[in-house]
């Protein structure tokens, strides 16, 4: 039989010669300095908005990116809608709010999985993503696609969740919750994982407020950022749910955030689907009106920003996305540096950077810049460290 | 006494547009914005969110804009920063948080931030040619060439 | 006579997933297929590890000026014979993407592309099914 490769490499290249999107420094094993190479992905997105319609615009932002590709689009059309105070029905704001809770269960899901890999526990990666799928089929239900869902328009909504479809979704939801309660007690009670992401990849509360992280990361480090709440819009004021905030902003802290807050999630869609009222989906907009307006949602990785300029044409004058990557990523400098490099991948992850920017990791040597390790091995590396700490502990 | 209390009580003299209960916008100079920045920050305890640049025909406008989380206000400082010079103080000695943002608006619009540290290209390509930038109006820049001529 | 590389590739295609600029929904709904759901497994297909040990590549994004080298590079790393699978709207036409100053080219003018799955993203039966008749094309 041919020499089976069971990880997922698909996004993980290795890459060999050329410029990397992160690229560690190294002394012996610990990581002196670390640079970030941003611009793969770069493909224009503002400057095309410009040159679209509102409606265009929001199918357009929506393939920003992939995994939380509603949260662009929930952020655009308020912006849109703060121009000139249009007023969303009830209704819409709940299905909005069902929407974008179902995502972060969603990608946080997806985030277990990739740091479940990264760790060696392949069959967290495999249960995580198989117990996605439940969540896909809800928003295949509801919506009519697994991704890039295609909800949101300004105004409201372009799909109603019919009456009769409100108790499978429930039961969907049910299911959902158990499987992440089962996973936050198998993850955080795991005394390999426990001593394997304890204390690793700190980032200090003063540090998370100078760099002006958003979302888990600056949620794990103590700062109770969490536009929901402190900005709130969609039905988010409508429902009841906790902001989970840790303190001591390690690799372990990160993930508790994300788990319990699938928790929070499941139970705000729970909410969601008893209290929507009957009503009109859409505020049928005829048009933006002059000015500018500015639009926030709390993604799964931390606030969106969207800024919209209108002239009063059917055109965005400026379209500004500020995307929550934008912020959190430039941690690592604080993260990683200092570190083990066999953390390095962990660490990296930790902060849910958008997945294909974890695959572009390099190693180099401070001295004379020769690439001593690509992603791959950097993974691999991460895996191995767990494998040895399983050894001490069984 | 509420942040925009603050603002107003501190600097009275610069226009404020109040768009709605959580949206804020102050008018400033690219001579004073670092101080009403400083002031907004450290003593109203802001998140810095973003920034967006905005090519207009007498300079770039930049919008800084400042969260208050526990207040659940965001403020927004307009600065103009006028053509031909564009040169604006950047905010990093303050906040490091705008190190990304303000390289980016570098390279997409022109604007030099005198004292950044590393303003380097962050998003366009190695090989984009200088001198070319994205997010200026091709208009202002064809009415530019004519004038030159 | 039974050509061994024809009869190999036919049993076990090794997959090389190369992603461009994408935004990632074509490139989670390809690592989906290797899960318990879909399991690409069953097929004898298995996600290669190495551009230098795949048969078939999988395609997805749009070619940004940062990145066509390393595409470039990556797609000339692979040995033949190789099959080229466009996975997503943007690997096969990039429309929504065309106007954009840091687009380059369509993915089928920089290297030869044998199937086109098109969606937004296509589904991981529809990926699956794309790859099983590239395979086809070797007979």
Known sequence: ?394 | MSALGKIKENFPDLPIFEKSGRRVFVEVSPGRAKELARFVYNELGARFSTASGLDTRAGVEILYHLAIDREGLLVSLRVLVPKPELKMQSFFDIMPAVEWVEREIHEMLGVDFTGHPNLKRLLLPDDWPEGVYPFRKKTFESEKEVTEK | MLNPFKWGLKKSPWVFHLGASACNNCDIEIVDCLTPKHDIERFGLILAGSPRHADVLLVSGIVNRQSIERFKRVYDQVPKPKLVVAVGVCACSADLFRDSYNFVKPVDEIIPVDVYVPGCPPKPEAIIAGVMKALEKIK
């Open chain 1, 1 to 394: 039989m041919a020499d089976r490769n069971l990880i997922p490499i698909g996004p993980f290249h290795p890459l060999l010669e050329e410029p990397e999107f992160f690229k560690f420094y190294v002394d012996g094993e610990k990581v002196v300095d670390a640079e970030v190479r941003v611009g793969y992905n770069h493909r224009g997105v503002e400057k095309l908005a410009e040159g679209k319609t509102y409606d265009q615009a929001t199918f357009l932002v929506e393939r920003i990116c992939g995994i939380c590709s509603t949260s662009h689009p929930f952020a655009f059309v308020q912006a849109a809608e703060d121009v000139s105070g249009i007023v969303v029905p009830e209704r819409a704001r709940y299905i909005r709010t069902i929407i974008g809770d179902l995502e972060r269960i969603h990608s946080h899901l997806l985030w277990v999985g990739l740091a479940g890999h990264f760790l060696g526990y392949n069959t967290v990666f495999m249960w995580a993503w198989k117990y996605r799928e439940p969540v896909l089929d809800v928003f295949e239900a509801i919506s009519g696609n697994r991704n890039h869902y295609g909800m949101f328009k300004v105004g409201g909504v372009r799909r109603d969740i019919k009456d009769e479809q409100i108790p499978s979704l429930v039961k969907a939801i049910d299911d959902i919750e158990r499987f992440c309660s089962m996973l936050v007690k198998a993850v955080m009670d795991d005394p390999v994982i426990r001593a394997r992401t304890k204390g690793i990849g700190v980032l200090k509360k003063q540090d998370a407020i100078d760099i002006g992280v958003v979302g888990p990361v600056a949620r794990a480090s103590g700062v109770p950022n969490d536009i929901r709440k402190d900005f709130p819009y969609a039905a988010y004021d409508r429902v009841e749910f906790e902001k989970i905030v840790l303190e001591n902003g390690d690799v372990f802290d990160r993930t508790a955030v994300r788990l319990l807050e699938c928790l929070e999630s499941a139970a705000i869609i729970r909410q969601c689907l008893k209290q929507m009222p009957k009503g009109p989906i859409d505020a049928d907009v005829r048009e933006i009106g002059t000015g500018e307006g500015i639009g926030q949602h709390e993604a799964p990785r931390g606030e969106v920003l969207h800024y919209v300029r209108s002239n009063g044409s059917n055109y965005p004058e400026r379209h500004k996305i500020r995307a929550p990557s934008f912020m959190n990523v430039p941690s690592f400098k604080k993260t990683v540096i200092g570190e083990s490099i066999a953390d390095a991948a962990l660490i990296t992850a930790a902060v849910d950077p958008c997945y294909c920017c974890t695959e572009r990791m390099t190693v180099v040597d401070p001295d004379n810049g020769k690439v001593l390790l690509n992603g791959d091995a950097l993974v691999r590396l991460c895996q191995e460290k767990t494998e040895k700490m399983r050894k001490q502990c069984y």
